[in-house]
């Protein structure tokens, strides 16, 4: 027999918490001392003492847990369940970084930090023809998780017709009402698009010259892009222009298998 104190130090519960089970009847003790009150465990009740335990951890409400328990679910039916519960956790887990990532990137944003070093550079673009896949979405978030598969599946297109991928591609942006269309492209010199592509959503574009635009060189992945035009639409305003054309990014070093933190991304905005 056990002591409610090893009992509950083996199974990783306090003891307040193995009498609170025992209020319940969810883990009577084996023997209770008829003179001192002890409660004695037996190391047999540590099966039903982890089932309640995992049970409790899936989300079960504990006026709830007599029953499963007494039902003796079947070891592979609880792993199923607990394995399925990690990957919500981990899921809540994945989210709660973002959100703390991003209440980070805010702070830093708000408090300067590398927004100083940035150099913006005011120069001429030249007219690009692009084979692009376009979209639209009503939300800033939505774009990342939209263009992403986007620039997949126009490489996976273009590369399926013997088209080579040798210039940096090119992402644009437009506002439509009060949502945005965006393009996934790439530099071609193609004439007309093939049947090929045009089932698959390729189109031709020329994304027209600009005699003025700013652009400043981002580096680091698209979680903190914002800041960085953030930055740039600042010092257009306080240079007393306005954004006049086609905002575009120009994705001069993003090679998938690198760290992030080594990309490096061109900043467009034509101004007038």
Not at 74 to 90: G, I, K, N
Not at 157 to 171: K, R
Request: proline share 5%.
């Amino acid at each position: 027999m056990l002591s409610i104190g090893e009992f509950a130090r083996y199974l990783g519960v306090s003891v307040r918490m193995l009498r609170h089970y025992d209020a319940l009847g969810l883990l009577v003790p084996a023997h209770v001392d008829p003179a001192t009150g002890y409660r004695h465990y037996s190391a047999a009740q540590f099966d039903r003492g982890n089932r309640l335990v995992a049970l409790k951890e899936l989300g079960f409400a504990l006026d709830q847990l007599g029953p499963v328990l007494d039902a003796q679910v079947p070891v592979a039916e609880l792993r199923a369940m607990l394995t399925l519960r990690r990957a919500q956790v981990a899921t809540r887990i994945a989210a709660d970084q973002a959100r703390l990532a991003e209440i980070e990137r805010r702070l830093r944003s708000i408090e300067g930090g590398s927004m100083s070093t940035l150099e913006f550079v005011e120069k001429s673009l030249p007219a690009v023809r692009i084979a692009q896949l376009v979209d639209a979405v009503a939300d800033q978030r939505d774009i990342g998780p939209t263009i992403g598969p986007m620039f997949q599946r126009l490489a996976a297109a273009l590369a399926g017709n013997g088209i080579a991928l040798d210039q940096p591609s090119v992402a644009w942006y437009r506002p439509s009402g009060e949502g945005m269309r965006i393009a996934a492209a790439f530099p071609v010199t193609l004439a007309e698009v093939t049947p090929e592509l045009a089932g698959a959503g390729v189109e031709l574009e020329t994304l027209d010259a600009a005699a003025r635009a700013v652009t400043v060189l981002h580096h680091g992945g698209m979680e903190t892009i914002g800041d960085t035009w953030q930055a740039l639409l600042r010092h257009v305003e306080d240079a007393g222009q306005r954004g006049t054309g086609t905002a575009r990014e120009i994705y001069l070093h993003m090679p998938m298998d690198a760290d992030p933190a080594t990309w490096v991304t061109e900043l467009q905005q034509p101004v007038g």
